[in-house]
Antibody
Framework: QVTLKESGPALVKPTQTLTLTCTFSGFSLSSTGMRVSWIRQPPGKALEWLARIDWDDDKFYSTSLKSRLTVSKDTAKNQVVLTMTNMDPVDTATYYC????????????????WGQGTMVTVSS | DIQMTQSPSSLSASVGDRVTITCRASQSITWYLNWYQQKPGKAPKLLIHAAASLQSGVPSRFSGRGSGTDFTLTISSLQREDFATYYCQQSYSSPWTFGQGTKVEIK
């Protein structure tokens, strides 16, 4: 059974750096083709894709947030870490991590398993 | 970045109604289009991948169509548990992008 769970601080102050950890089980990020993404959702708003790390350590970022984001992995611990610098109240959101599945029969990918999300509030 | 636009933003419907949601991409994404369902306070759930492939365990009343830039998600007979917000997402090119969501409410 594949599961993912996000952890991190519930409250951060403006200008601080946020560090979130996604701990997963049921798959290995060292397996060819495996990927994990981070997505966030401000209260009452739409989903926003943030970043992705691949099995081969390739990394991809949101164009608008690229300068503030870093994603890394610890394969031995089955963890993916997201850091976001210079936090602002507009970054208040629920942050999700999700596994990306490869559907070989159709040659596409989708976020098939999601964590429960962790709410982060940015306030002084 | 590829922009994804959903319509309508919200709709009201009754149990048993046929409901269709549209998603348009700012450029061709062939069939690299996924649909998710999200209920309040819950993580999104994958419904359809590759524009028309039903995810395992998803009821057959859900269906997807389209290719290129225009896509639809149809619920053939709306059930009470289908009242939720639906998002499309492209996986054609990074960065992945989502539509703004369509909220399906009870009439």
């Amino acid at each position: 059974q594949v599961t993912l769970k996000e952890s991190g601080p519930a409250l951060v102050k403006p200008t601080q750096t946020l560090t979130l950890t996604c701990t997963f089980s049921g798959f290995s990020l060292s397996s060819t083709g495996m990927r994990v993404s981070w997505i966030r959702q401000p209260p009452g708003k739409a989903l926003e894709w943030l970043a992705r790390i691949d099995w081969d350590d390739d990394k991809f970022y949101s164009t608008s947030l690229k300068s503030r984001l870093t994603v890394s992995k610890d394969t031995a611990k089955n963890q993916v870490v997201l850091t976001m610098t210079n936090m602002d109240p507009v970054d208040t959101a629920t942050y999700y991590c999700a596994r990306e599945e490869w559907y070989s029969s159709v040659g596409t990918r989708a976020l098939d398993i999601w964590g429960q999300g962790t709410m982060v509030t940015v306030s002084s | 970045d590829i922009q994804m636009t959903q319509s309508p933003s919200s709709l009201s419907a009754s149990v048993g109604d046929r409901v269709t949601i549209t998603c348009r991409a700012s450029q061709s994404i062939t069939w690299y289009l996924n649909w998710y369902q999200q209920k309040p306070g819950k993580a999104p759930k994958l419904l359809i991948h590759a524009a028309a492939s039903l995810q395992s365990g998803v009821p057959s009343r859900f269906s997807g169509r389209g290719s290129g830039t225009d896509f639809t998600l149809t619920i053939s007979s709306l059930q009470r548990e289908d009242f939720a917000t639906y998002y499309c997402q492209q996986s054609y090119s990074s960065p992945w992008t989502f539509g703004q969501g369509t909220k399906v409410e009870i009439k």
